[in-house]
């Protein structure tokens, strides 16, 4: 989604602002633009529509930009269509504030008709430009300073943001202020840095302050202020960030998917190792749960959002089976506005690899309202749900920069079996033995995963073989079902082929009128318990025309007998097969994507982090 980068400092703004804003590209965006001001001048304010390398030939030479302090921004169009003129930064009509905006204010008609009253006009769409103009009234109503005319602003405004501005009046100084949206300040020597996301700073300092809810900043050379919402100074802590620079890099793959697929037995393993200590034993105290809280837990709700929802869909298996804990999975969009009876002996599970996604976080919040116990399995730290729920499993994926979600997802996957392995051992479901096993199965995943990237060329022939698909059915049973859920979402968001996934048996309810002769029905069977009965289902698609793919695992070597072309997947504990299964799956929306020349990386339409409902 939007990304924001802020400058000032010794050097020229406009390299680290366009820099910035390109580590910022994955996020998804469609149009961009700086303010970059010299001294007490004028700010020069370049935006275009479409890539940060559009915006860079429209800037043409760095000497158009000259300043030491500037603002960027990548826009993903909420309000009005992308363009240039609805490009971020915006401004005042004297120019008295600029500034550049990510989220949404809820408001901003009733605050655009009340200035409009007052004489301002509006040359865009956005509603960036509404709160720009209202701290722009408010500042010269009361002859304020910077900060009291901000706090006076965001009292007014309803909704999630993250605004930077610059102030005609306060040459080489920048002015924040977030609710609800990610923004982080970073300082080096003489330079202040401000972001909405780590990987855009994370050139120039690894050294960076959260902002809290209601809070601001105040940023010139050589140092930072921060106030709260009375306007009183507050302090803040210094964090580190432990990202290796690098690991936000190509690494010499050709897309940043495929290098995430990848990275899946290391980040996998990772995770496993930050819980699971000596003797396979699994420690969540750095998680924060306590036998007596595990104990007492009579409901699970899982809460999440795209593929962290299916690892939901996939976990319930696990947690109803290992744990004996009844499980509802919900969309965090739906569950926020629904009026459900919680029971008060439960725990909400929010799975969210960004930490910032916005019904996610809501759901989070309502919960919190409920009186229900919270926790997060997240990638991000620091991010908005880590912060607010009442436990953090962090995941430890690093850096996932492709907008689908391949690494993230596995290792949110093991973190619920490793807690549904512990939940089952503290609630006596489980033997100490049997736990073990059941770890020493999870300690497995990531050698298999590797095993199962050495044979993607054969996944990469069939990819291309059904390049110009129409239509593919993703079927399967149980946890086989969920598997299909992210291998579907994962083919149609990179490729744009329509596709779906389905519980095998419902098919014949309906859906199975849409295939037709060469339709691709992937069959995902690696439950022994539902083995046949999807087979038969495979089969019944078959009858009517149907390409058969089949999914399974080693030495359930009869579905060759009966699918085109089969994919065969290490044996694991079949509570696990998710993690094995969906490896395939990625590959296959991968290949597909690059056979058709899209950008997999940057699908149309999506952003990385959804901070808007
Ligand atoms: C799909 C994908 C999305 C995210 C969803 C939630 O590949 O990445 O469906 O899973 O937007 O995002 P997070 O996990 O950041 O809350």
């Not at 996604?357 to 989070?364: G, H, Q, R, V």
Request: contains cysteine; charged residues 25%; proline residues 3%.
């Amino acid at each position: 989604m939007c990304g924001i980068v802020g400058y000032t400092g010794a050097g020229q703004a406009a390299p680290v602002l366009l820099d910035g804003l390109s580590k910022l590209e994955y996020r998804g965006y469609d149009s961009a633009g700086i303010a970059v001001r010299d001294g007490e001048a004028e700010p020069v304010i370049v935006k275009e529509k479409g890539r940060i390398a559009d915006l860079k030939k429209k800037i043409g030479s760095e000497d158009n930009v000259i300043g030491t302090c500037g603002i960027g921004h990548t826009r993903w169009a909420t309000h009005g269509a992308p363009s240039e003129t609805n490009a971020h930064p915006h401004h005042s009509d004297d120019n008295a504030v600029v500034g550049v905006h990510n989220g949404i204010i809820e408001n901003y008609e009733e605050i655009r008709a009340k200035l409009k009253k007052k004489g301002y006009e509006f040359y865009s769409q956005t509603d960036t430009e509404c709160i720009i103009k209202l701290v722009d009234y408010y500042y010269k109503k009361y002859q304020e300073t910077p900060i009291e005319a901000i706090a006076r602003a965001i009292l007014r405004v309803r909704g999630s943001y993250a605004l930077c501005l610059m102030f005609a009046d306060y040459p080489g100084e920048i002015f924040c202020a977030r609710n609800g949206s990610p923004m982080i300040i970073g300082m080096t020597g003489e330079d202040a840095f401000v972001a909405s996301d780590v990987p855009a700073i994370l050139n120039y300092t690894r050294h960076v302050y959260y902002i809290d809810n209601m809070e601001m900043a105040h940023l010139k050379k050589g140092g930072v202020e921060f106030f709260n919402i009375d306007g009183d100074r507050i302090e803040k802590e210094l964090v580190e960030i432990k990202w290796d620079a690098e690991a936000a890099e190509k690494g010499g793959y050709e897309h940043f998917m495929l290098k995430e697929i990848h990275e899946q037995p290391k980040a996998v393993e990772d995770t496993i190792h930050s819980v699971v200590k000596d003797g396979n034993r699994i420690d969540l105290s750095g998680v924060g749960l306590s036998e007596e809280e595990i104990k007492k837990i009579s409901q699970i709700y899982i809460v999440a959002c795209g593929s962290a929802y299916h690892v939901g869909v996939s976990s319930q298996y696990v947690l109803e089976d290992l744990a004996g804990i009844p499980v509802r999975v919900e969309l965090a969009s739906e569950f926020r506005y629904r009026s459900m009876p919680l029971l008060q002996d439960a725990l909400a599970i929010i799975i969210s690899q960004s930490g910032e996604t916005a019904d996610s976080l809501e759901a989070l919040r309502k919960m919190k309202a409920s009186g229900i116990k919270t926790l997060a399995i997240v990638n991000v730290v620091g991010s908005s749900i880590a912060r607010e729920a009442d436990h953090v499993f962090y995941t430890l994926a690093g850096p996932e920069i492709a907008v689908a979600t391949t690494k993230a997802y596995s290792t949110q996957l093991v973190a619920n079996d490793l807690l549904a392995i512990e939940f089952g051992r503290v609630r006596g479901l489980l033997t100490d033995e049997e736990a073990y096993r059941l770890v020493e199965e999870v300690k497995s995943i990531p050698e298999k995963i590797a095993t199962i990237l050495e044979d993607k060329n054969r996944i990469q022939w069939f990819a291309s073989k059904f390049a110009n698909a129409h239509d593919i059915f993703f079927i399967g049973r149980g946890i086989d079902y969920a598997t299909c859920m992210e291998g579907s979402l994962k083919c149609k968001e990179i490729s744009y082929i329509h596709s779906e996934a389905y519980a095998a048996g419902e098919l014949k309810h309906g859906t199975i009128s849409l295939v037709e002769e060469g339709t691709l029905v992937i069959g995902v069977c690696t439950q022994s318990e539902v083995f046949e009965k999807t087979v038969s289902n495979m089969v019944e698609t078959a009858s009517r025309g149907a390409y058969l793919m089949g999914l399974t695992t080693e030495d359930n070597y009869s579905l060759e007998d009966v699918a085109r072309f089969t994919v065969f997947v290490p044996k694991v504990d079949e509570h696990f097969s998710t993690s094995l299964a969906v490896v395939p799956l990625q590959l296959l929306g991968y290949y597909i994507s690059l056979a058709r020349g899209l950008d997999v990386d940057k699908p149309r339409n999506l952003a990385k982090s959804v901070t808007v409902e």
